[in-house]
């Protein structure tokens, strides 16, 4: 059964850090590109990182860039999401994601249609 699993959740004051981690079982997580979305109360699912199946390759969108620090051990079969510098606009549920698609470059992997596999997400708050 496949199975993404997230945490390292939790209430942070702004300024502060977490570290996300996405857990993979039943399947093989080296063929897949990882992505790490949000979903605000009242907000659309967003796009925030990818990683690359292959070469280690990472996207980041314009709000996260230079905070967020996406990785991946496919030995573990886990990959992670480093948040510094958090502010309460980053108050909401993380999810990760596993897409099967090859041949797009990754800055192109940013779309929730394009990942077949959802975790559960993990709750992330912010408090100012």
């Known amino acids: 059964q496949v199975q993404l699993v997230e945490s390292g959740g939790g209430l942070v004051q702004s300024g502060g850090s977490l570290r996300l981690s996405c857990a993979a079982s039943?399947?093989?997580?080296?063929?897949?590109?990882i992505g790490w979305f949000r979903q605000a109360p009242g907000k659309e699912r967003e796009g925030l990182s990818c990683i690359s199946s292959s070469d280690g390759s990472a996207y980041y969108v314009d709000s996260v860039k230079g905070r967020f620090t996406i990785s991946r051990d496919n030995a573990k079969k886990t990959v992670y999401l480093q948040m510094n510098s958090l502010k309460p606009e980053d108050t909401a549920v993380y999810y990760c994601?596993?897409?099967?698609?090859?041949?797009?470059?990754?800055?192109?992997?940013?779309?929730?249609?394009?990942?077949?596999?959802w975790g559960q997400g993990t709750q992330v708050t912010v408090s100012s």
């Open positions: 994601a596993g897409s099967e698609i090859r041949g797009l470059p990754i800055a192109a992997m940013m779309g929730a249609p394009l990942y077949k596999y």
């Open positions: 039943g399947f093989t997580l080296d063929y897949y590109v």
